[in-house]
């Protein structure tokens, strides 16, 4: 019977496919850009600027992308949880300690939901909160510098997905493991899963001031699979919301196993609570190895620290803190109204989308209206905490964003659609195709109290015929729809980096203003600057040679360096001496094991080589820095191990 | 077209010949010296005086500053805070006495107005394109753009103090 079901899945998906393809195939009837003036609308005049950012995830690159809308032009792709040669990022020695885990160094990830920082439910602006899905890790990326400025790792959790979704002050960034396991981690067989895996949501606490990252509890919830969550948010602030999958806890061929149940649940979670319990000394400290690394806009460097404990809380220490909401099969997305009165979940299987009502849920709380209970956490009644259904949508819902008018645009992954419906009245309003099979839909502030409902943008997971092709791998995806008016109307498609997972958008306004421009050389205190161009210099400590250098238009101080040997191990410290904007300076070594640098005006960074030859090596700038900028070079000569060539430097001498 | 050839290959071989100038010079024409002081330069043959040795006592220069005195005795705190400046942003390019990147901006004050020389500081790129004497100090020193340091006013004050003391 389920397999029956499974192909007859299967077969509509390909229908839908079918149908995209043979169509409508371009959009407006056909017809393009050219039938509306949806070209005027996305077009930005060269020198003028975009009215939002979009912070669009880069998926399995590991990295956040920066786009501008309406024009669906890349601006930046912010290295965050992999190795980036370009920006030196996982190789220079500064941030090579933003990649340590408990594992090691680990130089990739998977990145998923970027989330922007909130003051009372609204977009502040200061932060972008990302999560690292395979080595469980949550990032902070500054909106200063655009850089990543933090990253912490999540210990007792696997497929950090349910993840970095903050609270309306930001008080806490979330993270629940959607793939739940033995807590602490020990050799045991698989198949003895079922009551013994645990999923742990973890809460983490960020200081308003720097921002820094604390795990403040870990919940440790039954063993399902924890997949997507959202906070409560105004009337229903102190709430997190998690949708699960698996309640069967099926080990293998989940596909099958995990869709047994008529109804998985949303877990609410009263994290104010238990916030409350543990300040009053509640919960328990085990032990737990993770990394948490930060980077320092003062030193120019990152530090990582290894932690050695967490604090857990077990939910039936907590009485009334943690409820299940019963929704229909394998919800996904789990998405809260600005209103906070509604929670959405759009069961993956089912034909239409669950809407629970907050003020519901707290009267059959109050008044005990449960349906049993799972592991000693209680069930509310369906039929009690239910606000409505949005019939016969679409196929496959996964998520929905608001507007601010009153309307939720929900995706469908298998008709390949955006569907408008009313926030209330749950009826349908509109529905436009996506090209093809749409992910995460984002509106910028759709997550708040106050969204931006001007447009929405599909995050596409098959590209197909949309470009040109590139060979089997063709191009990830997005598009732009209009939502100002009554219909939706599809704008632009423009490709992203990875697979675009989900994305957090926000007005320009907000954030360009405080966008640093450099980095003054007063300030920094790398611990190997050199901030006065009188101290450049070169020292040998054993087969360690430390060279401060310094560069500026258009040369590198020193650029002849003599008795290096063979064996050294060689840092050069480079410090950028500009102090104007936009006039960063690269440099690389011929031969070096490792990736340029690319120096930003006022800060140092490090690379080392390790030379293998003697002879006469050349090092460059690789940043067109300046009309002699193909003249930025210098030489390192390298003698033989052993050899008694005296260690010298200069520039500028004959 | 013939001089802007000469020019480049000029450029060209300076460069390239850096290495081994002593031993093994290539001369096409005449070759700016790199970092010595008095030496003839390719582009000067236009005028007799090159631009760091022109005396302009009159031009202000563009920019933010229209007007310095300058107390009779020279302000030590000033200067000493000035030299600090000077020290961290503008060495890598201009050392006090010789020529080296930039010019030397010993003297500075018997070739130019203190107000041109806080708008060099302040404003070189609208200098160097619109003041003809900074524009024709950009040629002198191989294209080499004046760095804009984003200095304050009340920095560039003090290394103009700095500069009384050279």
Redesign the interface.
């Known amino acids: 019977m389920r397999k029956t079901i499974n192909i007859l899945v299967f077969l509509i998906m390909v229908a839908g496919l079918v149908s995209c393809n043979s169509g409508d195939k371009k959009g407006n009837n056909g017809k393009g850009g050219l039938s509306t003036n949806a070209a005027e609308k996305v077009y930005v005049a060269p020198g003028e600027h975009d009215e939002f950012y979009a912070f669009i995830s880069g998926g399995f690159s590991g990295q956040l992308s920066v786009y501008g809308l309406p024009s669906g032009r890349l601006f930046k792709v912010i290295p965050v949880f992999s190795q980036d040669a370009e920006k030196a990022w996982g190789y220079n020695e500064e941030t090579k300690p933003m990649l340590e885990t408990s594992f090691g160094f680990v130089p990739w990830d998977d990145s998923h939901h970027p989330d922007i920082s909130q003051t009372n439910g609204e977009l502040d602006g200061r932060w972008v909160f990302i999560n690292g899905n395979n080595t469980p890790r949550i990032a902070r990326v500054d909106l200063t510098t655009f850089e990543t400025a933090e990253i912490i790792e999540i210990p007792n959790s696997a497929g950090n997905h349910s993840s970095s979704f903050i609270t309306e002050n930001t008080e806490y960034v979330v993270a629940g493991t959607r793939f739940s396991v033995p807590i602490p981690q020990r050799d045991m067989p698989i198949k003895e899963y079922k009551g013994n895996f645990k999923g742990a949501l973890s809460f983490i606490s960020v200081d308003q001031e720097t921002g820094r990252m604390g795990i403040k509890f870990q919940l440790m919830m039954p063993g399902f699979d924890y997949d997507l969550s959202h906070p409560g948010r105004d009337k229903s602030h102190g709430w997190f919301f998690f949708t699960t999958y698996n309640t069967e806890e099926a080990n293998t061929l989940l596909e099958v196993n995990a869709s047994q149940n008529d109804k998985d649940f949303i877990a609410a979670v009263n994290w104010k609570k238990i916030e409350e319990y543990v300040n009053n000394g509640g919960g328990t400290k085990v032990p737990a190895k993770y990394a948490h690394n930060v980077y320092s806009d003062e030193t120019h460097t990152a530090t990582s620290t290894m932690m050695n404990e967490v604090l857990t809380v077990n939910p039936l220490d907590v009485p009334g803190a943690v409820y299940f909401l019963p929704t229909p099969k394998s919800p996904h997305g789990c998405d809260v109204d600005p209103t906070g009165e509604y929670i959405v979940g759009n069961g993956k299987l089912s034909a239409d989308l669950t809407v629970h009502s907050f003020t519901k849920m707290l009267d059959a709380i109050e008044n005990k209206k449960f349906d049993g209970e799972a592991y000693g956490i209680p069930i509310l009644k369906f039929e009690d905490v239910l606000a409505g259904t949005v019939k016969q949508p679409g196929l496959g819902p996964l998520h929905t964003e608001f507007d601010g008018k009153g309307n939720a645009y929900t995706t469908f992954f298998i008709s390949s659609e955006v569907v408008k419906w009313k926030v209330g009245t749950w009826e349908v309003v509109d529905r436009q195709p996506a090209y093809y099979s749409v992910g995460h839909g984002m509106i910028p502030g759709g997550n708040s109290r106050k969204p931006f409902g001007k447009y929405f943008v599909s995050m596409n997971k098959i590209t197909k015929d949309r470009y040109l092709p590139t060979g089997p791998e063709v191009t990830q995806s997005a598009q732009l729809y209009d939502i100002s008016g009554d219909k939706m109307e599809l704008l632009l498609d423009f490709p992203t980096i990875g697979e675009p997972h989900y994305a957090a958008g926000i007005p320009a306004d907000i954030v360009a203003k405080n966008s640093k421009q450099?980095f003054k050389?007063?300030d920094n205190k790398h611990p190997y600057a050199t901030?006065?161009?009188?101290d450049a210099r070169v020292e040998r400590k054993g087969n360690e040679v430390h060279i401060y250098m310094?560069m500026?238009?258009?040369?590198f101080?020193p650029d002849n360096i003599e008795g290096v040997k063979v064996g050294d191990k060689v840092y050069f410290h480079v410090t950028n001496?500009?102090?104007?904007y936009d006039?960063p300076h690269g440099i690389s070594m011929i031969g070096a094991n490792t990736s340029e640098l690319l120096i930003m005006p006022g800060q140092t960074e490090t690379f080392v080589w390790e030379p293998k030859q003697p002879g006469v090596w050349p090092f460059y700038c690789t940043d067109f820095c300046?009309?002699?900028h193909?003249?930025m070079q210098g030489?390192v000569r390298v003698s033989p191990a052993g050899s008694g060539t005296e260690l010298k430097w200069s520039l500028?001498?004959? | 077209m013939k001089s802007l050839a000469t020019l480049a290959i000029v450029t060209l071989i300076s460069c390239g010949g850096k290495e081994e100038k002593k031993s093994n010079e290539i001369q096409i024409g005449q070759k700016p010296a790199a970092t010595e002081a008095p030496a003839e330069t390719a582009t000067s043959s236009a005028s007799d005086t090159k631009p760091s040795e022109t005396v302009d006592l009159t031009n202000k220069g563009i920019g933010p500053i229209k007007n310095v005195e300058l107390s009779p005795e020279i302000d030590q705190a000033m200067a000493a805070k000035g030299m600090e400046v000077y020290k961290n942003k503008c060495m890598a390019c201009h050392k006090p006495d010789k020529k080296f990147i930039g010019p030397a901006p010993k003297n500075i004050l018997k070739r130019r107005t203190p107000e041109w020389i806080m708008n060099m500081i302040l404003n070189p790129e609208e200098m160097t394109q619109k003041d003809p004497l900074a524009h024709a100090l950009l040629k002198e020193f191989n294209g080499s753009p004046m760095a804009n340091q984003n200095l304050t006013e009340e920095e560039a004050r003090q290394v103009l103090e700095y500069f009384r003391t050279l």
Do not use: C, K
Request: hydrophobic share 30%; charged share 25%; no cysteine.
């Open positions: 450099l050389l007063a901030l006065s161009d009188g310094t500026i238009r258009s040369h101080n001496h500009e102090q104007d006039v300046s009309a002699l193909q003249e030489y500028g001498e004959d």
